[in-house]
């Protein structure tokens, strides 16, 4: 079974940046040609899609993060990064990683990383 480790987040102030990173344990002949992304949940909200990569990297995001948000992935470490820009309380969330098929996430959560932004 494959294990997810999100690190990276924290406090930051309206206006900053982090950089989270997700790591997989999957064998690198998986991760390196599944599609990934990057997910949050905020408090009494559902879960949703922020950011996904596909194998050859390609990228999209929501709506809401678009030119702020960087999804990144490097194959060699097994690992998905999200560079978060210009932050916003709203995007106050727990933030966790997955793999992205068109049904949903794929994997078992991690422990996921929570980042919260303060005006």
């Known amino acids: 079974q494959v294990q997810l480790v999100e690190s990276g987040g924290g406090l930051v102030q309206a206006g900053g940046s982090l950089r989270l990173s997700c790591a997989a344990s999957a064998s690198g002949n998986i991760f390196r040609i599944v599609a990934m992304g990057w997910y949050r949940q905020a408090p009494g909200k559902q879960r949703e899609l922020v950011a996904t990569?596909?194998?050859?990297?390609?990228?999209n995001y929501a709506d809401s993060v678009k030119g702020r948000f960087t999804i990144s992935r490097d194959n060699a470490k097994n690992t998905v990064y999200l560079q978060m820009n210009s932050l916003k309380p709203e995007d106050t969330a727990v933030y966790y990683c997955n793999r992205h098929s068109i049904d949903g996430p794929v994997w078992n959560w991690g422990q996921g990383t929570q980042v919260t932004v303060s005006s």
């Open positions: 990569i596909s194998s050859l990297g390609g990228t």
